[in-house]
């Protein structure tokens, strides 16, 4: 088998792109999400192309689930080279002070708890091998703040710290660790954050010209495609109409 690479949350936006830019490139792509039929959809779509793909439907918020996915992979697929921590989501928008705990608790246990739960297992095969290479999307929320923004920017506050403390973690191991920090990319990242309400998610994106989520895949796969001697650290990719989280040249 040739070179694999997990994504989570490939079922949308910037994971899909990424699973479909890296089985462009010769990976062979394990695709993981909850939405089992839009795996699916989106595995046929490779395999037509003639890439090698395994869906993987769990909750990466559940530890359990996580493990017993991941214990459960065919041995030619064990070979995990490409890890790309994606899986996650805002919630809200509101003060702390009239913050529902639901969302909270959603940001926290995907952006964050389920992130290690799956570099916790796909790290070892990793440090057996002495090869890999981690890919955490982080965000611009996790550079700044901004206001209501409080929840979702710690966790991305800490996508940030965490990948500096894996790069520590699995330095003896030729691991390799990258965030990679997109500003706002029209995906359905504003239809959760605002519990589905499309109208007020697509005035986000009005007036000045958003990434999109290929844009994201390009710079993941150029972080992938460095020789084996180069490590992107970090990479923080906006809008040429964002300056800052929350200042952008809208016309
Ligand atoms: P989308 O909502 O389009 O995609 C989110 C993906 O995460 C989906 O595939 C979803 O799959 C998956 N996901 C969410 N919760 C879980 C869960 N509990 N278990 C497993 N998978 C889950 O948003 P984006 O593509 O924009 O977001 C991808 C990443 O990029 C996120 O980490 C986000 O924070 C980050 N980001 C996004 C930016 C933007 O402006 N769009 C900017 C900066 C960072 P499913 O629902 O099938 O489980
Ligand atoms: C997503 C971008 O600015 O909405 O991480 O936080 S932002």
């Given amino acids: 088998m040739e070179k694999i690479a997990l994504v989570t949350g490939a079922t949308s936006g910037i994971g899909e792109a990424t699973a479909l830019k890296l089985a462009e490139n010769g990976f062979g792509v394990i695709i993981t999400g909850r939405r089992q039929e839009r795996l699916a959809v989106l595995k046929n779509k490779l395999e037509a192309n003639g890439s090698h793909v395994l869906t993987l439907c769990f909750d990466v918020r559940d530890e359990e689930e996580v493990n017993t996915a991941l214990k459960g992979l065919p041995p030619e697929w064990q070979n995990i080279g490409v890890l790309v921590n994606n899986a996650g989501l805002a919630a809200g928008f509101e003060p702390v002070q009239q913050g529902d705990s639901v969302d909270w608790n959603r940001m926290i246990d995907t952006n964050v708890k389920g992130l290690l739960y799956v570099t916790r297992f ?90 999109v989520a290929d844009d994201i895949a390009e710079c993941i796969w150029f972080a992938v495609s460095r020789p084996p001697h180069v490590n992107v650290n970090d990479m923080l990719v906006m809008p040429t109409a964002q300056a800052s989280a929350s200042v952008f040249h809208k016309i």
């Fill in 122 to 211: 796909v790290s070892q095969g990793m440090i057996a091998r002495k090869k890999g290479h981690i890919v955490n999307i982080g965000s611009i929320a996790g550079k700044e703040v901004y206001p209501n923004g409080n929840v979702y920017c710690a966790t991305k506050h800490a996508v940030d710290a965490l990948t500096k403390g894996i790069r520590f973690d699995l330095l003896p191991y030729n691991i390799k660790v990258t965030q990679i920090c997109p500003g706002a990319v029209e995906t359905e990242f504003s239809i959760v954050r605002f519990h589905g309400d499309k109208s007020r998610a697509d005035k986000v994106y009005e007036g000045y010209e958003c990434l």
